[in-house]
């Protein structure tokens, strides 16, 4: 089993910046895919951007040159850089982890974008 706990969600002004992490813990395979996904009121969760264990990333058009996605390997822990944030940003920010071993989320953390 793999556990994975989000933190750095909050409230921000539009044009603001948060940072997001997501530490895991539990069987990690080494080889994995971490990302971040976003689900806003009463839409779908749709991917924001995701980046495997060996760095190569990819990140949704509306967020392309906003957000960035990195990680750190030795310390299992996926980040979200959220800068220039707008209204629509809005919504609960999952981490993901899909290896091997199965597909695992996070209990999402609350991103408030204020206009």
């Known amino acids: 089993q793999v556990q994975l706990v989000e933190s750095g969600g909050g409230l921000v002004q539009a044009g603001g910046s948060l940072r997001l992490s997501c530490a895991a813990s539990?069987?990690?395979?080494?080889?994995?895919?971490m990302g971040w996904y976003r689900q806003a009121p009463g839409k779908q969760r749709d991917l924001v951007a995701r980046?495997?264990?060996?760095?190569?990333?990819t990140h949704a058009d509306s967020v392309r040159g906003r957000f960035t996605i990195s990680r750190d390997n030795a310390k299992n822990t996926v980040y979200l850089q959220m800068n220039s944030l707008k209204p629509d940003d809005t919504g609960v920010y999952y981490c993901?982890?899909?290896?091997?071993?199965?597909?695992?989320w996070g209990k999402g953390t609350l991103v408030t974008v204020s206009s």
């Open positions: 993901n982890l899909e290896s091997a071993g199965g597909n695992y």
């Open positions: 539990g069987s990690i395979l080494r080889i994995n895919i």
């Open positions: 980046i495997n264990s060996g760095g190569s990333k």
